[in-house]
Nanobody, 123 residues
Framework: QVQLVESGGGLVQAGGSLRLSCLAS????????MGWFRQAPGKERGFVAA????????YYSDSVKGRFTISVDNAENKVYLQMNSLKPEDTAVYYC????????????????WGQGTQVTVSS
């Protein structure tokens, strides 16, 4: 049974930083891509960033490029999202996703999802 468990969310002031973690278990993701998505109240789930489980290529949405960094730790089976220079518009529930064949932005390409972690950025 595949499990993705996010952690690291919380409340932070604008300009601050948070690091989200996603622990993957239940299968080998080595040949696939992992992603982070977010969903604000009343909005659709949107793409944030993606990375191949083997590392290397990354892909970011324009809204977070230069502020967020996605990375993997194969030994720990974790995917991270380092978020710097946070803005109130970054407030959302952040979801870890896995099982895509390549780094893509479309949520339907990912087969596994975590339950999400809340990030709130105050102004």
């Amino acid at each position: 049974q595949v499990q993705l468990v996010e952690s690291g969310g919380g409340l932070v002031q604008a300009g601050g930083s948070l690091r989200l973690s996603c622990l993957a278990s239940g299968r080998t993701f080595s040949s696939s891509a992992m992603g982070w998505f977010r969903q604000a109240p009343g909005k659709e789930r949107g793409f944030v960033a993606a990375i191949r489980w083997s590392g290397g290529n990354t892909y970011y949405s324009d809204s977070v490029k230069g502020r967020f960094t996605i990375s993997v730790d194969n030994a720990e089976n974790k995917v991270y999202l380092q978020m710097n220079s946070l803005k109130p518009e970054d407030t959302a529930v952040y979801y870890c996703a896995g099982g895509a064949s390549t780094i893509v932005a479309g949520p339907r390409q990912y087969h596994y999802w975590g339950q999400g972690t809340q990030v709130t950025v105050s102004s």
